[in-house]
């Protein structure tokens, strides 16, 4: 976390919403740096003796000689000192046996600052959880595990190793080490916040009325999330190499295997949603005579993970018939088509899930439909396989 973020600190009221003593034992294990700013903490018991304008003056201008540690309890207290954060800490505290000041009327800052002296892990957990809901988009990565596994919570052990192999690409990537794995095991499935560091940055910035800059690495957060349901992640980060990195690194830390989620794409199911009936046509095809789409499932998600599965002897037909359309927002996660071969006259089955999966009754059968579904779209490229779940995003955005 930047030093400049002491900044927020920026007048006397703000460090006055927390309690003296709270906030000289806030401040006591860094005193030797207060001093030589000028600083003097008053002595345990006497924090009615706190210089508030003298403190206020050191948070305004940080510089090298600012601990890491002040600057980041700082900020993690102004983060959570809301009414909601006051509420969340109680919550934790309480379900912890963290036992708060019994103070009638706490503010938010001293809960904020009790909980981080008493358990700072408990106050970091609380605010990487706020970064959790808001509006993201995701990559999706499918297992081609037939049975998809459940994932309990993770051992702190397989926490830690995990963020080394992160800590060891982000260091290559000049983005530093240090990065925080928390986790979540919620209705919808299992939750990540990965926090790490970002490049360097340097801003311009005024000290004692001259030009000067700040130097500092941004922090940044990404999400990650493991759905039982159908056996899928999905990945929220910014940078195609992080998603690689998140991908297989989860993969190979939660289940074994760096390639437990395939990277790339091979099937779409999109065509049955954009051409309709059309996407079924195979007179093209030597060796097939018809094919009819017998099954579809859509995925909505939320809390209990729905999926809604619709079958008809002839689906297209069955929408035309009664006048409906395919539902434009749930995806599509697997389809069944009835095929009929000129050498049979019994139909066979083919089953594809997106993104590596394909069934057949008879694998002879696999070249005739990988060649049809290649034709009709199902197939992706390789560059569209690389984007294929960035554009499903506008479906999935939560």
């Known amino acids: ?122 106050l970091e957990r609380k605010h990487a959880e706020q970064y959790l809901l808001r509006p993201r988009s995701y990559e999706h990565f499918q297992t081609t595990a037939k049975e998809p596994p459940e994932l309990n919570t993770p051992t702190e052990e397989t926490l830690r190793a995990l963020e080394q192999d992160l800590d060891d690409w982000f260091e290559k990537k000049h983005r530093g080490r240090g990065s925080r794995v928390f986790c979540w095991v919620r209705d919808d499935g299992v939750w990540f916040l990965v926090r790490h560091g970002e490049p360097y940055k340097r801003e311009g910035s005024i000290e004692d009325g001259e030009s000067t800059s700040v130097f500092y690495r941004p922090e940044k957060h990404d999400v990650i999330v493991y759905d039982p349901a159908i056996g899928e992640i999905r990945i929220n980060a910014r940078s195609k190499g992080e998603k690689e990195l998140y991908r297989t690194k989860f993969g190979l830390h939660l289940f074994g295997d760096e390639d437990f989620f395939p990277g790339t794409s091979k099937y779409t199911l999109e065509p049955l949603r954009t051409d309709g009936a059309m996407s079924l046509v195979c007179t093209d095809i030597d060796g097939m005579e018809w094919v009819r789409l017998r099954e579809i499932q859509f995925y909505w998600g939320g809390a209990f993970h729905e999926i809604e599965t619709r079958k008809a002897d002839d689906y297209f037909a069955a929408l035309e018939a009664s006048g409906r359309s395919m539902p434009a927002k749930a995806r599509i996660i697997r389809a069944t088509f009835q095929i009929k071969f000129a050498d049979s006259k019994t139909p066979r089955s083919v089953v594809i899930r997106p993104s590596n999966i394909a069934q057949y009754t008879r694998d002879a059968d696999s070249a005739l439909v990988e060649d049809w579904l290649t034709r009709r779209g199902f197939i992706l490229t390789e560059k569209e396989g690389e984007h294929e779940d960035a554009e499903e995003t506008a479906l999935a955005r939560t």
Not at 24 to 49: C, I, N, Q, T, Y
Not at 94 to 110: C, E, M, R, Y
């Open 1 to 122: 976390m930047a030093t400049f973020n002491l900044r927020r600190f920026s007048d006397p009221d703000g460090l006055k919403r927390i309690r003296p003593e709270h906030l000289l034992a806030l401040l006591r294990p860094h005193e030797a740096f207060f001093s030589g700013r000028k600083v003097m903490l008053p002595p345990d018991g006497h924090a009615d003796g706190l210089d508030y304008p003298a403190l206020v003056g050191v948070l305004m201008t940080p510089g090298s000689d600012t601990p890491r540690e002040l600057a980041d309890a700082l900020f993690l207290i102004h983060e959570m000192a809301t009414t909601e954060g006051m509420d969340a800490l109680l919550d934790e505290a309480a379900k912890n046996g963290v036992i708060l000041n019994s103070s009638p009327d706490p503010t938010p800052a001293d809960v904020a600052v009790q909980l981080y002296l008493l358990r700072r892990d408990l």
